[in-house]
């Protein structure tokens, strides 16, 4: 019973109450949203800029203030970068580690790669002519998306993993908590449902489970945005329809 306790008092930390509010936040905006749609309001010219800003602060500004942001000084805080998986070379990280989160990175990358292309196969062809497509998209785009969501998921993990002071149960109920931020946003539940955004919801609900199982293994945030980006790039150019010739002639000409 003693036990039991001990490990409730542990919620009573205040990084508990971070990834509590980050959660509610983004119900509460995105359900905000959602009604706003539905009533038929229209978008303000300024709304793009705003989103990116938006996108910025939550996905980057909470863990910064996690980790000792303002009105603390930097890297002060609640959290330190190795419980991110921040890391850089150390006597905690020397290059013999380094090379073993790689390759352990890299093995697991490369069976998830497997995995998820016998999946993409096996969809595709149950759906016949209405193929799993993405939408296109700059590289670059692709790779800030996969930064914003590696810091918020290692938020999420860490953040509970230095609460409850064991990392397997941080990092598996912190995946659990990126799936229920997920399940709370309604446009997000409208993507499964549409042909052009549910290849995507399928290739980013895998990532952030092979990321939590990287990260697992090897305490390493590097890795596992590098192996995301890779993971997604690859997928993204699958997901692409295929170019006809008329439009491949035009692209050598220029």
Known sequence: ????????????SPLVFWVAASILACALVTNALWLLRSRGIQRHPAWPALSQAARFVFFLGIP????????RPPFSGLLSLEELGLVGFSPRWP???????????LALGMAAMVLLLLAW???????????????????????????YLQVH???YRGALAAALEDVYTGVFVGLGLVYLEWALDPFWRQGWREPAQAAERWLRTALALVAALIFLFTRNL?????????????????????QTAEN???????
């Open 1 to 12: 019973m003693d036990a039991i306790k001990t490990w409730l008092s542990r919620f009573d």
């Open 64 to 71: 910064y203030l996690a980790l000792g942001g303002w009105p």
């Open 95 to 105: 290059a013999t580690r380094w090379l073993q989160s790689v390759g352990t990175g």
């Open 121 to 147: 196969t096996q969809a595709n062809r149950a759906a016949g002519n209405h193929r799993l497509r993405f939408p296109p998209r700059q590289w670059w785009a692709l790779w800030v998306d996969g930064l």
């Open 153 to 155: 998921w290692a938020f």
């Open 222 to 242: 590097w890795v596992c945005l590098a192996i995301h980006g890779l993971l997604e790039l690859t997928f993204w150019r699958l997901g692409q329809p295929a």
């Open 248 to 254: 491949a002639e035009s692209e050598e000409e220029t």
